[in-house]
């Protein structure tokens, strides 16, 4: 038996690993139609109280998928993006849409939070295992945050970024966009979950922050208007969510993450340090598709909210180090390496989404 598999190294036939990887797609995907409709059910605790077994298939592959992403080490692609799914479809809810009122029906259900409990946990306790926490609460945390931010705001390019620079096409530029839209369209909309309270210098900056991704309250200058208008440049379209089933489970993973760590207000420091790092890092990351556009010769409305987010990025990298991250270590001088924390899991995070992007565009190319 022994020569056999070496001389027949795919005797195990990648036809069966294909059907299973097929099956194992249809169960994922069946799973989340099945959560749609629980998610549209009315009165769902209610309902379920009264006959819990319409979630068990569900649950059963919600628990499969856990075991398969975070449990065994193997890190399953499908099943990350199952759970992410799920997880966002959940948080998506602290959001208005302006559409069907009854779509909120089941906002605050204690199903939907259990099931969100239950993926965070897993997901989380995964997540944090990456990192050493320990060696992060040795660090002098002011010298820690200014050394990053000084590499980060003019990094060296990598492989991935000179592909965007002076490879990718106009199809993949088009893929850029569409899955960018799925942040782009809302523009700093978790930010609110994070701005009330008592008034200081640290709350101040934020809004001005959050104001200026908001037009300064003008819908023409919002964000989130420039993006459209790449979009529709191209004949895109405009919609949120309308490119959902391209975005990568990393880059669900991120938007997650911040919906984590802005709902509550125990992980404020964490979420300081990863807005310092994305404000920081951002405008480099926009320069290169900036370079693309320009080299595709591509129209100004096709590269607009790049170029704003240049400008505007580069001060908000500013404040949120000098007037946020920094002043906030001083107030809490024995918390303070949960801002290092923060920042360096968006970064890991955010290099985990821009690789996966890469891969996505780089495919359809092909």
């Known amino acids: 038996m022994q020569n056999n598999l070496v001389m027949f190294p795919n005797l195990k036939g990648t036809g069966n690993t294909t059907q299973i990887a097929q099956k194992t797609a249809t169960k994922y995907k069946n799973a989340e139609q099945q959560f749609i409709e629980l998610l549209a059910t009315e009165n769902l605790d209610n309902q379920l109280e009264e006959d819990a077994s319409k979630v068990w298939d569900f649950e059963q592959t919600l628990s499969t998928a856990i075991i398969a992403a975070y449990g065994n080490g193997c890190g399953d692609k499908q099943a990350h993006r199952f759970l992410q799914r799920i997880l966002y479809r959940i948080n998506r809810l602290k959001f208005f849409w302006y559409d069907d009122l009854r779509h909120y029906e089941n906002e605050r259900s204690l199903y939907l939070l259990s099931c969100r409990n239950k993926i965070e946990a897993a997901w989380q306790e995964w997540e944090l295992s990456q990192i050493d926490v320990s060696a992060l609460q040795q660090l002098d945390v002011k010298q820690a945050l200014i050394e990053r931010a000084t590499v980060d705001v003019d990094p060296p390019l990598s492989p991935d970024s000179r592909y965007i620079r002076e490879e990718m096409s106009e199809a993949g530029y088009r ?192």
């Open 175 to 366: 893929h850029l966009l569409a899955i960018g839209s799925f942040d782009g369209l809302v523009e700093g909309s978790r930010m609110t979950s994070i701005l009330g309270g008592a008034a200081n210098e640290v709350q101040c900056t934020l809004v001005r922050v959050f104001l200026e991704e908001y037009g300064n309250g003008r819908l023409s200058r919002k964000h989130s208007t420039f993006f459209a208008q790449m979009l529709a440049e191209f004949g895109m379209n405009t919609q949120p969510e309308a490119y959902f089933d391209l975005v990568p489970w990393e880059v669900l993973a991120c938007d997650n993450h911040n919906f984590l760590t802005t709902e509550r207000k125990r992980y404020f420091l964490r979420y300081s340090g990863a807005l310092t790092y994305f404000e920081v890092a951002g405008p480099a990351a926009y320069r290169n598709y900036l370079t693309a556009a320009q080299r595709l010769g591509l129209s100004a409305a096709a590269m607009g909210y790049w170029e704003l987010h240049i400008k505007e990025d580069e001060r908000h990298g500013r404040w949120m180090l000098d007037d946020v991250a920094l002043a906030l270590a001083e107030q809490y001088p024995n918390e303070a390496w949960e801002l290092v924390l923060g920042y360096d899991q968006e970064k890991l995070m955010g290099d985990r989404a821009a690789q996966a992007v890469v891969r996505s565009i780089r495919e359809q190319e092909k």
